[in-house]
């Protein structure tokens, strides 16, 4: 019995996203309060500490608000919630990894709708 390619294509999927979220959790638990300390003056980032606590919920969102600041800095220029300077002296290669994974998030939210569209279609 051979399994169609759909089946193997939603596997890949799976183990993507388990990757992502393992990866998401490791900086949740080893890299966030650097990464606090970096953006200390930016709102976006404190005032979702303040909200969300330390559970793993909490500190995974909070990973995922320092990924908004740093992709997105001009995002609200009017607004003070990002500082531009802090966000500027963020240290690249730890740039690179939490908004890499946040991109690799989005492109697995894609491949699930690909997934879901090309197993309807059999």
């Known amino acids: 019995m051979t399994l169609p390619a759909s089946f193997w294509l ?46 793993l919920m909490g500190r995974t ?24 300077e802090q966000v500027h002296q963020f240290p690249k290669g730890l740039k690179r990894v939490v908004v890499g994974i946040h991109i690799s998030i989005l492109l697995s939210c894609l491949a699930i709708v690909v997934v879901h569209f090309s197993i309807g279609s059999e």
């Open 10 to 55: 939603s596997v890949g999927v799976m183990l993507w996203i388990i990757v992502n979220m393992l990866v998401v959790t490791t900086l949740a638990y080893w890299k966030l309060d650097r990464m606090e300390k970096l953006l200390d003056k930016c709102s976006l980032v404190m005032d979702s500490k303040a909200g969300w606590g330390e559970g």
């Open 61 to 84: 969102r909070r990973v995922s608000m320092v990924a908004a600041a740093l992709s997105r800095p001009l995002l609200h220029p009017r607004c003070s919630v990002i500082d531009l």
